[in-house]
């Protein structure tokens, strides 16, 4: 889902991207450097992988020690689900408006990510639903 939702951003002209896995080492001040921040997780029992949560604390930590500035930021979300429903995308939402990020539509949310029975491949649909999120989210920082 990450890689379309980057794709989509990637066919504005003047937009550049940068996919961080979270999980992986890079310095939470990169967000001070970024206009727009997407986030997304699978659902885990019901909630953010524990790595995404992990990091939305350290995020919020970080903005409440005035070490990041996100107040204004452009943002995105995106989840897939096989169970628990499609909540987590507004968990998401939720704690990106906290750090005072204006989460732009249109969220994607899909069942598993990859249209309703896991594949390792997401539908034509998943892919263009993420490919709009990104575009959609590129265009907000561009106007």
Sequence with gaps: MA???????EGVV???VELLKVGT?????KLNEVDAIILGSPTVYGSVTPEMGVFLECVKAHVEAKRLKLSGKIG????SYEWDGGWVVEKIKADMTALGIKVQAPMVSLADGMGGRYTARLTDD???QCQDLGRSIA???MS
Excluded: L
């Design 3 to 9: 890689k379309a939702v980057v794709e989509g951003a």
């Design 14 to 16: 003047g937009v550049e």
């Design 25 to 29: 080492a890079f310095s939470v001040s």
């Design 76 to 79: 995105g979300a995106f989840a």
């Design 126 to 128: 998943a892919q263009q």
């Design 139 to 141: 265009e907000h920082v």
